[in-house]
């Protein structure tokens, strides 16, 4: 069955997007990671191995931060285990309609 989303509002449009994750953060809001962003994710060499990571991020930040434009937040978490200088696992998302979606997701060296 084929359905024409063209006539339908950006969150709508979005709802009918494959999610690679769903999870509740720590504020209690839906955060998604859809097929799309998770492309974006791993353009970063071996991000791909660490989905368990976003989503421990999601639930138990260790420092969560807002942009100060838009309703974007950063997630942070820290993983002493890796052998590569970044250590802090940053989780970029967006907030529409309080709903929350993962724009990308990488390692960096400090908060």
Wanted: no cysteine; net charge positive.
């Amino acid at each position: 069955m084929f359905i024409n989303i063209e006539g339908l509002s950006k969150l709508q449009k979005i709802k009918f997007m494959d999610y690679i994750l769903k999870v509740i953060d720590k504020t209690e809001r839906e955060i998604r990671l859809t097929k799309e962003h998770f492309k974006h994710i791993i353009y970063h060499k071996g991000m791909e191995n660490y989905i368990e990571e976003i989503k421990e991020t999601l639930r138990n930040p260790l420092k969560i931060v807002p942009h100060e434009t838009g309703d974007l937040h950063d997630y942070y978490n820290y993983y002493k285990d890796r052998k590569e200088k970044a250590k802090y696992l940053q989780v970029v998302v967006k907030y529409l309609n309080n709903h929350g979606f993962i724009l990308t997701a990488y390692f960096v060296k400090h908060i």
